[in-house]
T-cell receptor, first 114, second 115 residues
Framework: EAQVTQNPRYLITVTGKKLTVTCSQN?????MSWYRQDPGLGLRQIYY???????DKGDVPEGYKVSRKEKRNFPLILESPSPNQTSLYFC?????????????FGPGTRLLVL | DAKTTQPPSMDCAEGRAANLPCNHS???????VYWYRQIHSQGPQYIIH???NNETNEMASLIITEDRKSSTLILPHATLRDTAVYYC????????????????FGKGTKLSVKP
């Protein structure tokens, strides 16, 4: 089954404790992205990757890092989490297509930073 | 990418067609109209997309006006499980250099399907 998986699904942590949220897709997609969703602000892109070793900032990259060492994985790293990073996070993947591409989203990771 | 305007909420009776409108008056020639939905706090789900012709798949139909300034998503027989926030998004294909993988989600339309 084609899917994007994220782990963990729920996470409670404390300020300053480094954490990683993993994202994996089994569709051999080139593009992967991370979004965060906050009430009243909708979904905003954090980082994206066009392929292995190619990443770039989205609209709200501050406080986050990513890496793309393998095509299927795109982890999101919070080196020193702060309470304003409490949010619902989604990973997505897609393949560029001339007729417009379809993005597949993961189930989400709900993060609470105390 | 062009901006879209959607009503904040709509109701629909179960079993009836749900028609969700979207205005995108500044759409440019190479921009597609996409529809996604988000059920509660799950990951957004792709529904359908089109450029200028009407499109239909197993989930929905997409009707795009001839001038492409507006579109309508049609769920032909809405069920309670179709209750969700529906997002209309306009963007060019990343294949031709559009914003790489970035979907600009607005506030969408909250569709409530009632028994």
């Amino acid at each position: 089954e084609a899917q994007v998986t994220q782990n963990p699904r729920y996470l409670i942590t404390v300020t300053g404790k480094k954490l990683t949220v993993t994202c994996s897709q089994n569709m051999n997609h080139e593009y992967m992205s991370w979004y965060r969703q906050d009430p009243g602000l909708g979904l905003r892109q954090i980082y994206y990757s066009m392929n292995v070793e190619v990443t770039d900032k989205g609209d709200v990259p501050e406080g986050y890092k990513v890496s793309r060492k393998e095509k299927r994985n795109f982890p999101l790293i919070l080196e020193s989490p702060s309470p304003n990073q409490t949010s619902l996070y989604f990973c997505a993947s897609s393949r560029p297509a001339a007729r417009g591409e379809t993005q597949y989203f993961g189930p989400g990771t709900r993060l609470l930073v105390l | 990418d062009a901006k879209t305007t959607q009503p904040p909420s709509m109701d629909c009776a179960e079993g009836r067609a749900a028609n969700l409108p979207c205005n995108h008056s500044t759409i440019s020639g190479n921009e597609y109209v996409y529809w996604y939905r988000q059920i509660h706090s799950q990951g957004p789900q792709y529904i359908i997309h089109g450029l200028k012709n009407n499109e239909t798949n197993e989930m929905a139909s997409l009707i795009i006006t001839e001038d492409r300034k507006s579109s309508t998503l049609i769920l032909p027989h809405a069920t309670l499980r179709d209750t969700a926030v529906y997002y209309c998004i306009v963007r060019s294909s990343a294949f031709f250099g559009g914003s790489q993988g970035n979907l600009i989600f607005g506030k969408g339309t909250k569709l409530s399907v009632k028994p």
